[in-house]
């Protein structure tokens, strides 16, 4: 692995489209990757994941692992295990919300501005996470 | 005998790295929520995996429409290697070559700049759960039959 590589932390989300959690997820995961650690915190589809599609699951074989799930079904979680890997910091985004109370999501197609707001909050506490693993440390 | 189908699975790719997977989630929320509501039910695909006997045996009880953000086809290839076939393998970038409509260039806060391309590709997908009930109906078929 060059070190480029190496200094990636792959960000993987929920799929999933009936639930808030699951937008929280996604938000989180694209003010990791576009806003808080642009070229450290990475992403890839979750669903490549399903197909074993050999770019993604070479990605994730590759790198440390977050996963942000939606509900506990852990879709996202899970789908890095099947590939037997065990992933980083696996965490659901209910925990940032029962952390913030004040700040309610609500929306599906598109969060409300609490929402948007958890996002930004919860991306800003899991830096340091993708810091020590873009380091080599463990979480 | 089962009961007359009355739901068609939506199977999203909801490609989180894609502008076109979150194309894809905007158009499967709207037509469940707005365009065929009662008609439609949404399958998260990564519950084929992560999911249990439940999830992965839905597309072989019910019609299923795929609808996909790229050529890697995932939510198509998903279906049919964990469920069923589905009855129609929709692409958004094909759907918008059709209509002449760009690709959305962001990953998210989409908003007029994107709505024609969520608008076409909800159409598309509530004409093809239209023509999947008709057929169904058509040919008698019935949920244990799919």
Known sequence: MDEAAAKQVMVLACSGIGKTWGALARETAYELVERVRPGVATTTCLPLLVINDPEAKRLVMEHPVITLDGCPKACARKSVEALGKKVDQPLETIQFYTAHKELKPEGIAQLNEAGLKLARVAADELAATVDRLAAGEQT | ?146
């Open chain 2, 1 to 146: 005998m089962g009961l007359p189908v009355a739901k068609v699975g939506i199977v999203p790719c909801s490609g989180e790295a894609l502008p076109a997977g979150t194309v894809c989630r905007l158009a499967c929320r709207r037509v469940l929520d707005k365009l065929r509501p009662g008609q439609t039910v949404a399958i998260c695909l990564p519950l084929f995996i992560a999911g249990g006997a439940e999830e992965r045996g839905f597309a072989a009880r019910h019609p299923t429409i795929t609808v996909d953000g790229c050529e890697k086809r995932c939510a198509a290839k998903a279906t049919e290697m964990f469920s069923g076939k589905p009855v129609q393998a929709l692409l958004i970038p094909a759907i918008l070559e059709k209509h002449g409509i760009p690709r959305p260039t962001r990953l998210r806060g989409f908003g007029v700049e994107e709505e024609e391309a969520v608008q076409a590709v909800a159409d598309e997908i509530a004409h093809a759960v239209d023509e999947t009930l008709i057929q169904t109906q058509d040919q008698g078929k019935h949920y244990d039959e799919l």
